[in-house]
């Protein structure tokens, strides 16, 4: 039996995806895994739209082309369905882990399961702002790495506590926390 | 129709489409449009590597309604040293040939190929749009970047000062070389159509505040860029044929009447570091400058 | 200290490297996709990491003169650079090959404009070929790491002291976060001594001078002596990869990657980042039966002609994958090995498939219809042909 | 035989795409606080700013990217800048 | 007025081409030995006999830049340079040919240091054969003056639109005296219309703009049409030619020169300067009854590869002289050809001859030499032999 | 043993072979053997492309009697930056960097990177050797070559102006900067000698008469760069952390006590053509170098 | 297996062979007249003027190339510069 | 039956033997013959050894190697036979024009033919100096175009006049009649 799970994040420029989806990488090889995480850079400034890929395995990744059919795809703004399709591809029975509130509509044909999580509140109550912008990756990792399941909590916390002194990360570890708290599993 | 006076003066065509690739509150799109409106159509406008390099739009739409070429990043004044003999050589000499070049591609790489130029003599106008670092490749330091100035290849601040680009320029004889800041477009309006009734090789160093790059939200671009003039840390000015004039405001803080240095510094995350000791030395160096502006005002007052 | 295993970008992993090689001097000047390589060594200086000076220079031209100074001097230098940096350091690089200057460089390789465009292809990195540079291409950021450092003994070997250059993909892997198992500093201070072993060019006193004028015949036998001396670098090479692979566990004693070659009919060879593709394309057609192997190019000079030859040996196909042009003449990697083959005097059917120029992407998808497309014949094994995204053009 | 294509484009609107998408905040302009003097459409970097018959300036929003200078220099402080996270 | 026959080196007869083709704009840098050249434009023009405006550049690649600049703008544009020189402007030249622009160059081949040397080898041109321009090399100094002619006719042709380079050796062309037919100026106007016709690609009235970004997708597409066009372009060299032909009495159509080659079973292939001595080595081998040619290799890019494998199909054995190496792999010329013939299927035997390396002189003697050589069978197919005056190495 | 004075100030150790390839008379040859002289055995030489590539010897001997390097004709300051950088980090500062570059590598081609080790303030000796023209390649034009001088490339005289090099290089804040002239060894040995004493970036700017670039012949070189310092054409001073000083003969040159332009200029092959109205151009040239200095020595007179 | 070439020298005297015989006219020093200022070998850009124990300059065929500097700049005309071809 | 000369010119650099050689290229090519000119550059300066080369056929020429076998050598400076050997390589028989009044001695084991021309006098007597110093490799050429025999005078005169003016060119003539008169063809 083989693990292999491809997510595809939808974004914009300036919201941290690249370093979010490289320290998800960090903490699922922490626990024996192995990991990519494939920005995707044009000449986009801040606010455009932009993606970022990331691949995990139970054995070495070798190919590094663009996932055109994940299992996972992360929307950081419900407005980038305005702009892009970001569920292009997404696999049958696939998982979309979106921003938004309840009430936000996020329609689809098909039957992907939507995972809505209210990332900018728990950023705002996590005190996780940069310039006042709320971090929504985090949170949306958070509802990530539960419905992966390979990473511990002790874990999550180490690799983030490396990363950023105290204050900062016990924030982020709040956020985490709550966006799991929100994801059902099954 | 009811037109303010500044709108009719900068003109409301624009050469610049909307939708362009620039950040937030970027100075130096502010800049080229207006320079775009000043220069008009019947000019060609080349640019080295840079932040205008992604500016200018990709294949799908270019930003710029006039003909516009991308050059290597050193080779801008030389492309456009052809551009223009190649103009006076089909007798097209009223088309205006404009480079707008980064501080990397002016103080460094470029610097060769515009003393060349310079020296040549070329009709030109060389507009240098300084955001103090090299922006495009994500903030390094440049020979335009302040003493101080933290960029991802100076973290700890940088220790040399700003090559002092306007006497180098200078040095060359040009028939007219000016500063300008985006915070006062009339002024820069003024300069660039000054510069195209003159023949030979003109200069003109502009501030552009990079909100990325220095570390400040995008409503502050202009906000700053005031406050560098205000401070006295960018002084308008213009030199015909060698000759200092200052220009208002600067012309009239001679005497000392300006904000403090950290008003402008401080708001800048790329100077959050900065310690009291360098400060001082900032703020001695400005004083510095000054002192020397009013020296050669004198010495002309004398002739 | 215990080795770690870090999720590090291919440029991260090259930094890493030169912070545990102590590299002495590191002149630099930015460009897209180098720059996080240089910004990641100004950390490690400006925090004290690695005692190291930055020259931070007014272009690529100087950069790579003030290596070829620092150098001569006898300390150990590194730089990095791509696309128009490449390009605009030419006449040093082919400079620092001539004075037979051991310096490492990074060469990410990246798309030549005008227009602009700033992702990957190798045609930038192919300029070097002829230049006496030592070149090796990986295709991941473990092998970016490992070989940057193994490059720093191979160019101070004393039978070769020549310049390496160890190149890469833009964004696919200089940026791409992936685990990279590191060295720790005493295993790799003992793999490569530092400071730097070897006689300086410039020494005061042994008041020599580098570069006079020579007789054309002496000036020959130079250049014979550097053509010998990269070609022989070839043991230097297999030697310290044995060495490295005896610390790391990670052995590249051989100049080539095989996989799965041993009874492949047909064996697709490529390098860089699309080698993990064309891996990958393998396992899939093996699953469905066919005999298909992957040969990945990771010394590209000196080549590796005796490897090409034993693979042409055993199979019976050979398709080329060349992300660079020779314009007017074919894919320039298909070529390589044309040529080698037709010097040994062999000859199989061997196709030249340009794929993923200006940073179109190359997938295993590509690999798999190509291979199809062969089999069936529907290719001409004489005509350089182009695939871009799974489609003829 | 391939007739020769050259790396060259046509100007246009939307090199970027709608560039107000890239927006996080919005300005709203107050047409009652406004005192008609043309600095938002001067300092405005895109621009997104056009100015009415009646020399009102009006905000295009399907190329505004939301910096906020306009709203920074107005000043009768005319501008608002409003969330689009709201 | 008729025409006359004047004693020029290779430089003056560039110079009168450049004089007879109404250039308009001559950017331009000294180096030796390409000085001579522009000294002759630059005295044409302060004389008041040549219309056109020298820019007295700070560098090299500057020169390059003014080149691009004027050729965008539509006048015809020129420039030369050699070793050194051609590396320093070494990102501007691929600049040329991506832009495609029409720009003509002579490049006088000279050694790539350390240590200074300026005698001639190939090692400099080659660093051009991928980048899109149009490579000559010729012979003498008549050749340098009717190509450089062509050049423009070919690099303005509609269908080409690329820059055209002319190559040929240090001193024993560009400095060496020998008679020069010229065309009177009514005919090199009627063969090559001045001013040039083209659409200029910067232009007032249509505002585009050059170099913007692109998709990955279409920049593939932009390297695929330069890449066939510089294929096509053979048809627009061949036409040039034979019109010129038919104007001068001395026809191009072909782009190599063959010299016996018609029943010969070995044929020699070189190119540059020493190809006069092989063709004198072949009438000296057919006094002895050998049956020997000598193909000369005048256009190198587009690669005559229809040219050579006809040769192939006909002969027994080709002898290949490279004056210039790919370090760690092989001659370059040898290399060339070998894939060429690879792509096609054929293989007869085939030596590497690496020969006048850094200004060493190749001469009718050592084409005897490796001759009689390879007939004995001394010599291996496989690998590359260096030869000094006459002795191997 | 007696030795006269000049000779024991110069010091009789040579460091440049004889039998070395300069022309006869070759002003840059005589440059180079009081240079050596003075910066002796613990030294790297650092030459870019020019005469002095031909000077520096064959494989089958080397001119100099130190260690020495060629590099690329733009990379001279480049190359001794990481030459100096290096020995620092090697713990070696006692060796003096020296570049001797000529007047092509310096104004033109290498400007850039002379400008960015300035700004860098690597711990250098730069000496422009100025012979105002390309010689190597057989005298053409350069950034340095004076208004009017024929060269081949200028067959009807330069039509520029001689880049003021040293206000460039003063414009990077360089601690130590000065003229010399072959003519004036020991003016030139005292001047290296204080600029060694120094660290950072130097500079030095020697006049070094061509006999076949400047068409005389070849007795005459120390007596044409003597006249272009008694003429005043050529000043000898130096700039000490930017204050400015006249050395001797040009210190006593304020008050125009000096030999007429054409006593230096007509007695070389290249001035030949030059009409009555140019000389009166060049005449007022010279007049107006001559009180910008005043100006500054004035200036600083009154701090 | 090669060992490595560098293109580096040895410094030495002749590096362009024995520049004497490049002269075509040669500097006579007579000794009589010289006052043993020392210009002479201050000036010669060889170097190819040595002085003796008591101050006196003498010229070194091997390497003069006879360009006369020595001669002209001799303050007390003691130097003489004698055609070769006679 | 076919014509080929090969001569080889020694002499020093600035003596214009380049120019020199160049010029008889043009006369021989007017009088519808081949002729190359191939000038050796090195690192010298004036004065210095240095050589030219010039071959002259009645079909094109092709080659362009050095000439080891000259039939002609021509000597500019008797002072050369101390630094190089002139006559290397000189053919049987060959023939050797040097610039030496009567007593200088010209030793030679072999049987060339040494014709002995004062250029130096002649370039005095015809005012054929520059900078003093005279012009000796014109009437070596004067002497060297009577031996091969070729060109007219008219010819030469013709070349003379067009590359010179008047007056120099009058020098010129002069300086190759005086020499042409004093070699001894048989
Ligand atoms: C030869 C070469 N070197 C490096 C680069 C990479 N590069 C592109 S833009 C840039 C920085 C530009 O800085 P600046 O001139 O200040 O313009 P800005 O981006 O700040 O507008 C660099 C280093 C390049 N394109 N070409
Ligand atoms: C990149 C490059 N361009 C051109 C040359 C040719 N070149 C060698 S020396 C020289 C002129 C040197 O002039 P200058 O610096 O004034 O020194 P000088 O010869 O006068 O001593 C030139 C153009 C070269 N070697 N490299
Ligand atoms: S980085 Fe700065 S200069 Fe560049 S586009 Fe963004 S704001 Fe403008
Ligand atoms: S917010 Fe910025 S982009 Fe939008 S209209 Fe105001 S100034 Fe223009
Ligand atoms: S800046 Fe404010 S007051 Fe001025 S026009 Fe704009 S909205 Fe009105
Ligand atoms: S050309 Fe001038 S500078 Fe060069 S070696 Fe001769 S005299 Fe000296
Ligand atoms: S003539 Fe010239 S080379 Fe000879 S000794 Fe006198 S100064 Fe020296
Ligand atoms: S210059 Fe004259 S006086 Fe002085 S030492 Fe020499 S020979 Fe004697
Ligand atoms: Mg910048
Ligand atoms: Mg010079």
């Known amino acids: 039996m083989t693990y292999k799970v491809e997510i595809r994040w939808h974004g914009r420029g300036g919201h941290g995806l690249v370093s979010t989806s490289n320290l998800l990488c960090e903490m699922v090889v922490r626990k024996g895994y192995y990991a990519q995480s494939i920005p995707i850079f044009g000449a986009e400034r801040r606010g455009a739209p932009t993606q970022v890929f990331t691949r995990i395995s139970d054995s070495p990744i070798r190919k590094r082309s663009e996932i055109k059919n994940p299992d996972i795809v992360i929307v950081t703004d419900p407005s980038l369905f305005n702009i892009i399709d970001p569920l292009h591809g997404l696999v049958d029975k696939g998982i979309v882990i979106v921003n938004a509130n309840e009430s936000t509509e996020i329609s689809s044909e098909n039957n992907f399961k939507i995972i809505k999580v209210n990332a900018v509140e728990i950023s705002l109550e996590s005190g996780l702002t940069v310039g006042g912008i709320p971090v929504v990756t985090i949170p949306l990792m958070g509802a990530l790495l539960k419905i992966l399941g390979i990473v511990d909590l002790k874990t999550v916390e180490e690799v983030i506590r490396e990363r950023w002194r105290p204050e900062i990360a016990e924030r982020n570890i709040k956020a985490l926390k709550m966006a799991s708290e929100v994801v059902e599993i099954g | ?303 | 200290m215990s080795r770690t295993k870090l999720v590090l970008t291919g440029n991260y992993a090259s930094a890493y490297a030169v912070l545990h090689s102590k590299v002495e001097i590191v002149p630099a000047y930015p460009i897209t996709p180098q720059t996080t390589i240089v910004e990641k060594i100004d950390e490690f200086i400006e925090t004290g990491m690695l005692d190291a000076t930055m020259v931070r220079v007014e272009s690529e031209h100087s950069a790579m003169a003030v290596a070829i100074g620092a150098s001569a001097v006898g300390v150990r230098t590194y730089t990095a650079t791509s696309s128009h940096g490449l390009l605009y350091m030419y006449e040093n690089l082919w400079w620092a090959a001539n004075a037979r200057l051991p310096i490492v460089a990074t060469f990410v390789t990246r798309t030549l404009g005008p227009p602009w465009n700033i992702w990957s292809d190798h045609q930038d990195f192919m300029t070097l070929r002829d230049s006496g540079w030592i070149l090796f291409m990986v295709k991941d950021a473990q092998e970016a790491y490992d070989l940057t450092i193994q490059a720093f003994k191979i160019a101070e070997n004393p039978d070769v002291r020549l310049p390496v250059g160890i190149a890469y993909d833009a964004f696919v892997i200089s940026h791409t976060a992936e685990p990279v198992e590191l060295l720790t500093q005493e295993e790799a201070d003992k793999f490569l001594p530092s400071p730097r072993a070897i006689q300086p060019l410039l020494d005061v006193d042994k008041p020599y001078s580098i570069g006079n004028l020579p007789r054309a015949d002496y000036h020959y036998i130079l250049r014979k002596n550097l053509w010998e001396n990269i070609l022989d670098a070839k043991k230097a090479i297999r030697e310290v990869g044995r060495e490295y692979g005896e610390l790391s566990g990670r052995d590249y004693s051989s100049l080539v990657e095989e996989y799965k070659c041993e009874d492949a009919d047909t064996v697709f060879i490529s390098m860089g980042a699309m080698a993990g593709e064309g891996m990958d394309a393998v396992d899939k057609l093996r699953d469905k039966g066919y005999k298909v192997g992957h040969l990945t190019i990771r010394t590209y000079r000196p080549f590796p002609d005796h490897e090409i030859k034993t693979i042409a040996e055993n199979a019976k196909r050979l398709i080329v994958f060349s992300r660079a042009l020779s314009n007017g003449k074919g894919g320039i990697l298909y070529d390589d090995i044309a040529s080698t083959l037709y010097r040994e005097g062999q000859r199989i059917e061997t196709y030249d498939i340009i794929a993923g120029l200006a940073g179109t992407e190359v997938s295993e998808e590509d690999f798999m219809k190509i291979y199809y497309d062969t089999r069936s014949g529907k290719l001409d094994t004489g005509k350089s042909i182009f695939i871009r995204r799974g489609e003829y053009v | ?86």
Chains 1, 8 share one sequence.
């Open chain 2, 1 to 303: 129709m009811y037109r303010p006076k500044i709108v009719e003066n900068l003109g409301e065509d624009e050469w610049i489409y909307a939708g362009h690739p620039a950040c937030h509150g970027c100075g130096a799109a502010l800049g080229l449009r207006h320079l775009l409106k000043t220069i008009g159509k019947k000019s060609i406008l080349v640019v080295p590597a840079g932040c205008t390099s992604i500016i200018a739009g990709t294949m799908n739409a270019a930003t710029f309604n006039i003909p516009f070429i991308h050059t290597a990043f050193g080779a801008a004044a030389a492309v456009a040293s052809g551009v223009a003999e190649a103009l006076s050589k089909k007798g097209m000499d009223d088309i205006n040939v404009v480079v707008w070049a980064g501080d990397g591609g002016t103080y460094d790489i470029g610097l060769a190929s515009l003393s060349g130029a310079a020296e040549r003599g070329h009709n030109i106008l060389f507009v240098l749009d300084d955001n103090e670092a090299y922006m495009n490749t994500g903030i390094q330091r440049s020979g335009g970047t302040p003493r101080g100035a933290w960029t991802t290849t100076t973290i700890t601040g940088k220790k040399e000062e700003k090559k002092d680009i306007m006497k180098i320029v200078l040095s060359h004889h040009v028939p007219y070389a000016a500063t300008a800041s985006v915070a006062y477009p009339l002024d820069f309006n003024r300069k660039v159509k000054k510069a195209l009734g003159i023949k030979g090789f003109k200069f003109i160093h502009l501030m552009a505040p990079c909100p990325p790059g220095w570390r400040f939200e995008t409503h502050m671009t202009i906000e700053i860029a005031r406050r560098a003039v205000l401070s006295g840390a960018w002084i308008l000015m213009e030199y015909e044929n060698g000759r200092l004039r200052l220009n208002p405001p600067s012309s009239n803080m001679l005497d000392k009447r300006r904000i403090s240095l950290e008003e402008y510094l401080m708001m800048q995350g790329r100077f959050k570091h900065v310690k009291r000791e360098l400060l001082e030395e900032l703020k001695r160096d400005v004083e510095l400058r000054w002192s020397e502006i009013k020296e050669i005002l004198e010495k002309q007052g004398k002739q």
């Open chain 4, 1 to 86: 035989m391939g007739e020769v294509m050259y790396p060259v484009t046509e100007p246009g609107e939307g090199a970027a795409g709608k560039t107000g998408n890239w927006r996080w905040q919005k300005p709203i302009i107050i047409i009652d606080k406004c005192v008609k003097c043309g600095l938002c459409w001067v300092y405005c970097p895109e621009p997104a700013i056009y100015l009415d018959k009646m020399g009102y300036p009006h905000v295009n929003y399907e190329w505004c990217k939301g910096c906020g200078i306009c709203a920074h220099e107005c000043p009768s402080k005319a501008i608002e800048m409003v969330s689009e996270y709201e």
